[in-house]
């Protein structure tokens, strides 16, 4: 692929590996092709890791070291997203450069929408995207507050690359002889003719053609599928011709099959465009730009792949496209409908035929065609039912002279609801013909419990919705493709000098070595002599004993040089955690699919991938398998200590209260879909046993002595070298620390040095995430709403072994009153063990889900007293007003969580659009609006005192240059760029002096994680100090030469010896907890935020839209605004992930489903609210950490929870028209699926009354 071929071969790294699969954009660069006919130069921005180098012969390729450089100059396009502060751990930076720096070269002056467009195909886990929208909403018109236009490149794009003429001159001379290129074990043809491709296709029957290669890529890279042929036909069917309608090349891409269809739009009549209009509304969503781009996702692929969830088949069926299919024998031109689709991926063609053409005819008078489709995310998303329908009628009438309706998404192959449409034909389209045809419906299209995808009950109500949709369509516009709103941020800056750039927006240090490639990853680092590549190989069973592990058949494979298990490890074979031991690789048992087993190390990453593939493992399965929580209570499968924590008397609370009620709800896992891949370079020095191990961490020290134990050598021996994380939310530690380790045995066993990087789908099923959580409650309270008692059960899902799942438990306990004075609390929490991949620390470490289960107590509350909004609500009444205890017993004010969400509710001005919301509910049935507001206390610091401190080392050089040294790895959080203003302001020197290279085990020892928001107060504080000590050292000399220059000092201070060079060292704060006593000092202080949510619910298919968001926060004093504000927006995108779309779905028998970009949906352009608004609280300050600043890290992941309870008020609203009032169980996340099920609309109650669950098991498990 061109990704690898960029990467390892022209040693381009600034283009990235985030997926593999064409999801996630990462891999972005440019493909410009010279068109002889239209003498145009045709640009296109294409996914590098599904693109063969094979089929770019006469193609010139741009990636992100093409268009600028710091060393040379910036692109506009760079600096823009920079400067925007849109570059976090800038992972997916450079795709997003490239998205944009196409766009731009084929339309300098784009619109809004033409950006949120060519955007859609690229990923961000860290930014939220706002920044990197207005970054380049400054193409188009606005003005940013964060960063000044005036001081932008401008953008010129008379000095933008030229295409290379040989290219030209190439593509001119049609060139029509036949490519062949011979791999290892595979042949790639490419014919000059057509006459040729038919001959191939007659000789090479199963060789597939590869067109744009996203579906047969795709097989041979994850599903192991392998062709030894390929062809590869692209220059010999994409023409296109119109004729009474459009005949395009079904070599054509999405991309050129839109605008073909906007041409005709426009040529055509209006009345027969319907046709048009529908298949160029499906196109639109069709993947990513880069998938609908260039020799990418052609209208043929789609169509030969013949696959269920296809967005084009349904409505070329529904619209009475044909296509002519040719062979050696002939042509034959084949109408595209429910007989061309034979079943799952097959097709009536004959394995010679190849698609020449497709035909798609315009409407004809009285001819209606719609497109339907729902996804899990508005864009870059499979559908999950979609739908083509056709209605033509007779002249001058509402009689149904023919209809067709075909919905993709619910079986093996595309339906046809040929009963309904009988029933409609002849009759008037009215309300009494259309009524009956629902229950058809509901019969004709069935699903089985178990149907592969789950979402039984609503893709059958979906079915039902479309349909009805395509009746009311003339009424329906809904939200969906609107322009991002205008973002207000508002932050304060405390007056100081103007050389001082502490509580400055400063732009993230390396942003722009981000932007432009430079900045190196640990997988950019070059290939060392020698080197080799690790692959592992991971357990196929839930819980087995292993019998026997064959490595032979691996072994005779070409590269392969070892296989390392168990018995290689020289030292400690197992990490201990929380007091139980986590084996490095399985040796006798297995207990989760995924688990580690053993490793393949080859010459190169695709040998060490078939080494992989030839390891037999023989198991022996073992019956007690466990993976929900409940199977976990049943058979007491429990991680000890299992904590309570208790205040006042809560059966005493419960019994005074006047209404009591017991509620439930249950938060899904999340994925930390970190966009860097975990990765690791080893090397053996050779000598003395050292180890130079380079990873992507947050906790070097906790590698390093993870590595030293398994080679049983000392801590002194490994140095940990960690320049920068493409993201990490908590899950670079452990398991980061253990395949460090494996990778280390490797490097150990073979003396050579050895890289691992994960694959995207690898990492997700060994790597664990955030805990699934089922939360049980009961709550006492009063009619005016105040709460006298409240008793909470949690079960975390915590998975095979114990990793941190006992801290998080404890976690969530501490978290148990949020905002709220409980008189009379409990809560108690269980890590409960099963047979499922090990979940870990995530963003937040268990207080999202905790949280989640108070505020739904406190909705149900509402729900049950049935409170009218104008009133004062119940979150107010029970909220901390004055200084307090926590049920800890820990004592603190809450005045500015007060201030928090007084401010809150005034600037989202929260009762007045309540009021709005309320009408607009009256007035509409089936859209519904809902708005929620929810505070947070979050508690910064480690309960464990130790993990509090930090070291720092600062070194001046002679020419007065500083390296500062410390603790916290930069991941995107920002910490270097806060320490380096740390440092600046205590030497008192620009920024522009000071340098941080890397984190190193080498330069500070015994460090501790970057975790738990509290990075920037322990290491800026540990800075501080190094800082404060070389000052001081100086003093002597500037007071003798107070006119002199910093270089003057230092230089003078080298001649009179003194030292410049010191450690500096941060005790932290002495917190603990004592759970026997159930009180302590867990925390350091409190960070308080309160946030507010609309959206519009669209009741027929779930599908929601966040129209607004406010959110206030109090995060004392900012070091850095930008980088703050990047953090609570990022924070807060990633909540709305958790609660409203990331789904884990595992196999009844324990094997994640979910292992990409294409299954687990992420927040992506589309999803950020219309409007966003982040106001920081004025005249806020702390004392107890740096500067009076506060940890933000973490906190606002809670406040996508206003989403999550936003959606569920549109959903109480859409449940009191079907006549249900009260409280009711709406599950996190609040899919779609989950919504439209709990509107409880008319379609929903005919699928479930004709309900088909049975004994069958389900397709996914409900851990
Ligand atoms: C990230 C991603 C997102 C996607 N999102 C969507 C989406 O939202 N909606 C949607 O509908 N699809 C989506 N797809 C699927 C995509 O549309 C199809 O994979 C694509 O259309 C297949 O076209 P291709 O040219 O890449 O086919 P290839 O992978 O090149 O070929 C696929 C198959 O078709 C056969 N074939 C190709 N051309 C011909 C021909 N002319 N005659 C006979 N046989 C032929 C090949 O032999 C092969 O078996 C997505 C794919 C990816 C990777
Ligand atoms: S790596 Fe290519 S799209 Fe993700
Ligand atoms: S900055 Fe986008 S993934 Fe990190």
Known sequence: MLLSFLRKNLRLTGTKYGCGGGGCGACTVMVSRYDPQTKNINHWSVNACLLPVCQLHGAAVTTVEGIGSTKTKLHPVQERIAKAHGSQCGFCTPGMVMSMYTLLRNNPQPTMEDVTEGLAGNLCRCTGYRPIVDGYRTFCEGQPELFSKGDLLPLDPTQDLIFPPELMRLAEVKDQTTQRFCGERMTWISPGSLNELLQLKADYPQAPLVMGNTNIGLDMKFKGIFHPVIISPTQVISEWFVFVGVCVGAGCSMSFLKSVLERSINDFPPESTHMFRALLQQIKLVGGQQIRNVAVSTLGGNIASAYPNSDLTPILAAGRCTLVALSKDGRRRVPIDKDFFLGFAKTVLKPDEIVLSVFIPASRPNEIVHAFRHAPRKESALATVNAGMRVWFNENSNVVKEISIYYGGVGATILSADRACQQIVGRPWE?????????????????????????????????????????????????????????????????????????????????????????????????????????????????????????????????????????????????????????????????????????????????????????????????????????????????????????????????????????????????????????????????????????????????????????????????????????????????????????????????????????????????????????????????????????????????????????????????????????????????????????????????PQCMLVVESMIDDVALKLGRLPEEVSIREINMYKEVSLTHYKMEFDPENLVRCWNECMKKADFRQRRQGIDLFNQQNQFKKRGIAIVPIKYGIGFAEAFLNQAAALVHIYKDGSVLVSHGGTEMGQGIHTKVQQVASRELNIPTSLIHISETSTQCVPNTCPSAASFGTDANGMAVKDACQILYNRLEPIRKKNPKGTWQNWIITAFLQKISLSATGYYRGHDLDMDWEKQEGKPYAYFTYAVGCSEVELDCLTGEYRTLRTDIVVDIGRSINPSIDIGQIEGAFMQGLGLYTMEELKFSPSGVLYTRGPSQYKIPSFCDVPLKFNVYLLAGSSNPHAIYSSKGIGEPTVFLGSSVFFAIKDAVTAARKDAGLTGPFQLNSPATPERACLACATHFTQMVRDESTSGPAQPWALNI
């Open 431 to 847: 309300e009494a013909t259309l009524s009956d045809v629902y229950s058809t419906l509901v019969d004709e299209i069935k699903l089985g419990p178990s149907a592969p995808g789950g979402k039984v009950d609503f893709r059958r109500s979906l079915t039902l919705s479309l349909f009805f949709k395509f009746n009311l369509l003339r009424y329906m516009v809904f939200l969906y493709r609107q322009n991002h709103g205008i973002t207000v941020l508002k932050w304060e800056i405390c007056g100081q000098s103007a050389q001082d750039p502490v509580g400055r927006p400063m732009m993230h240090r390396t942003a722009l070595s981000q932007a432009t490639g430079e900045a190196v990853y640990c997988d950019d680092l070059p290939q060392t002599d020698g080197e080799l590549f690790l692959v592992i190989v991971t357990s196929s069973r839930p819980h087995a004993k292993i019998t026997h592990i064959d490595f032979s058949e691996a072994l005779k494979l070409p590269g392969v040089v070892d296989v390392i298990t168990a018995k290689d490890i020289p030292g400690k074979r197992f990490r201990t955690f929380t007091g139980y031991d986590e084996e490095l690789l399985a040796e006798d048992e297995v207990t989760c699919v995924g688990q580690m087993v053993c490793a393949v190390v080859a010459d190169s990453k695709a040998h060490a991938k078939r080494g992989a593939a030839a390891v037999k493992i023989s198991y022996e399965d073992l019956q007690d398998r466990i993976f929900t929580v409940e199977e976990a209570i049943e058979k007491e499968s429990f991680f000890l200590p299992r904590r309570q924590i208790e205040r006042g008397d809560v059966e005493k609370g419960l019994r005074e209260a006047e209404q009591v009620y017991e509620g439930e709800i249950r938060i899904g896992g999340q994925e930390h879909f970190y966009l860097e891949t975990q990765s690791f370079l080893v090397i053996p020095i050779g000598e003395e046993k050292e180890m130079k191990v380079y990873l992507s961490t947050q906790h070097p020290a906790f590698t390093q002595e993870a590595v030293a134990e398994t080679l049983g050598i000392p801590s002194n021996r490994v140095s940990c070298h960690v320049k920068r994380l493409g993201g990490a939310f908590g899950g670079k530690v452990t398991k980061t620390a253990i395949l460090a380790s494996i990778t280390a045995v490797a490097a150990s066993k073979t003396g050579r040095p050895v890289r691992c990087v994960l694959e995207r789908g690898e990492d997700m099923l060994i790597t664990g995430g955030r805990h699934p959580v089922w939360g049980i409650y009961k709550v006492g309270f009063m009619k005016d709403g105040r709460i006298t008692a409240a008793d909470f059960q949690y079960y975390a899902n915590a998975g095979n072994v114990v990793d941190e799942s006992v801290l998080v438990a404890e976690k969530i306990l501490l978290h148990l009153d949020n905002a709220y004075n409980i008189p009379n609390l409990r809560g108690r929490s269980a890590a409960c063990k099963t047979n499922l991949p090990s979940n870990t620390a995530f963003r937040g470490f268990g207080v």
